[in-house]
């Protein structure tokens, strides 16, 4: 397993976090996620997934990785 850093655009709270991490944690492979809206980095521990899937799960949530 491993933990790839992303720069997310947009999260301002708690709640933003939340749903960045919901939307990640349902691509096959995500074994875990942490959203930090004070520095904008998103922590995601796995396997098998792709930056692809990340952008498409966080642009669901309505934020944009940058």
Same mark, same amino acid.
């Given at each position: +397993? &491993?933990?790839? !850093?992303?720069?997310? /655009?947009? +999260?301002? @709270?708690? $709640? @933003? #976090? +939340?749903?960045?991490?919901? #939307?990640?944690?349902?691509?096959?492979?995500?074994? *875990? %996620? !942490? *959203?930090? $809206?004070?520095? =904008?980095? %998103? *922590?995601? /521990? =796995? &396997? =098998?997934?792709?930056?692809?899937? %990340?952008?498409? &799960?966080?642009? #669901? *949530? =309505?934020?944009?990785? %940058?």
């Amino acid at each position: +397993m &491993a933990t790839t !850093n992303y720069t997310v /655009e947009g +999260m301002t @709270c708690g $709640h @933003c #976090e +939340m749903s960045v991490q919901e #939307e990640i944690g349902e691509i096959a492979g995500v074994t *875990a %996620v !942490n *959203a930090d $809206h004070k520095t =904008g980095q %998103v *922590a995601v /521990e =796995g &396997a =098998g997934f792709t930056d692809e899937q %990340v952008s498409a &799960a966080v642009a #669901e *949530a =309505g934020y944009k990785v %940058v």
